[in-house]
Nanobody, 120 residues
Framework: VQLQAFGGGLVQPGGSLTLSCAAS????????MGWYRRAPGKQRELVAE??????NYADSAKGRFTISRDIAKNTLYLQMNSLKPEDTAVYYC????????????????WGQGTKVTVSS
């Protein structure tokens, strides 16, 4: 599975941005996708993830970000509203499968990342 993320850029605090991630290849091998981010000097962290029947958001994303997908286009989206400077990071999309409530989301594939900068 190949993942191509795009849509990053510079946005002012309080602004909005939508990230997209196009998946290609052996799509039938995955049933879950997600967004992670790595801020400067910090570890990679979950932003949001979804499978056919489960969606998770990081506390920092709840109420501001929305993850969605277009199955026909094999594309994952992340709508980000009310952006803050602390949202500045490289955002990565991931693909894998949801292994149930006990094991959770497991990812085998990662995109190259798209940079989001929130600054005035």
């Amino acid at each position: 599975v190949q993942l191509q993320a795009f849509g990053g850029g510079l946005v002012q605090p309080g602004g909005s941005l939508t990230l997209s991630c196009a998946a290609s290849g052996s799509i039938s091998s995955i049933n879950a996708m997600g967004w992670y981010r790595r801020a400067p000097g910090k570890q990679r962290e979950l932003v949001a993830e979804m499978s056919d029947d489960t969606t998770n958001y990081a506390d920092s994303a709840k109420g501001r970000f929305t993850i969605s997908r277009d199955i026909a286009k094999n594309t994952l989206y992340l709508q980000m509203n009310s952006l803050k400077p602390e949202d500045t990071a490289v955002y990565y999309c991931s693909a894998g499968y949801y292994a149930g409530r006990y094991y959770g989301f497991l990812y085998d594939y990662w995109g190259q990342g798209t940079k989001v900068t929130v600054s005035s």
